[in-house]
């Protein structure tokens, strides 16, 4: 929307100077001024469309839930993820540790059966600019998994969403 409202202040403005340059005597201008002729841009649909999409794609995520984990076999290994609205993974942040890690989605596999449909979704970690580990975070009925292999060596951690951390909650569980 920032976008859309610069574009039109900046279409208005040159149509103004456009104006005035009319109304101005040709006599009138000195050696050191210098007439640039301008045309503001045309606003279509598809320029409006152009910005929206430009917008959507520059936009930071925006949090709308975290989902607190507890190691399986270590329950004092606690990670906290955030969301957004559509349930994408934005950051992971591992409990005693002051920076929060930024995950990129790579995948998604829809599973049907059983009970509840099954959704594995696939996050490269990103630490210092590099892949660091990925993340296979499973979503099943009210149960959430999340399952880190080290990029280094390989190790798997598993994970099992902690319903006694506000679940689904607008802040984090540490």
């Known amino acids: 929307m920032k976008y859309l409202l610069s574009l039109l202040s900046i279409a208005i403005l040159l149509n103004s100077c ?19 002729e301008t045309t503001p841009p045309e606003i279509t649909p598809e320029v409006v469309e152009q910005i929206k999409d ?5 936009a930071p995520p925006v949090v709308d839930h975290f989902i607190c984990y507890k190691n399986n076999e270590n329950p004092k290994m606690i990670i ?17 540790q002051k920076a929060t890690i930024p995950l990129t989605f790579e995948k ?3 599973v049907e059966g059983g009970t509840h449909p099954t959704i594995h979704k696939f996050y490269k970690e990103i ?6 580990g ?7 009925g009210n149960y959430d998994y ?6 280094k ?14 679940p689904y909650g607008k802040e984090p569980c540490f």
């Open 127 to 132: 630490y210092d600019g590099k892949e660091n």
């Open 80 to 96: 906290w993820i955030s969301f957004t609205e559509k349930h994408t993974a934005i950051e992971v942040k591992y409990k005693g």
């Open 18 to 36: 456009k104006n005035t340059e009319k109304n101005t005597p040709k006599n009138s201008t000195t050696a050191t001024e210098q007439k640039v």
């Open 146 to 151: 999340a399952e880190y292999t080290r990029g």
């Open 54 to 58: 430009d917008e959507t794609i520059s």
């Open 108 to 110: 998604e596999e829809y």
């Open 153 to 166: 060596d390989g190790k798997k951690f598993k994970f099992t969403i902690d319903h006694n951390a506000n």
């Open 134 to 140: 990925s993340y296979k975070l499973t979503h099943s």
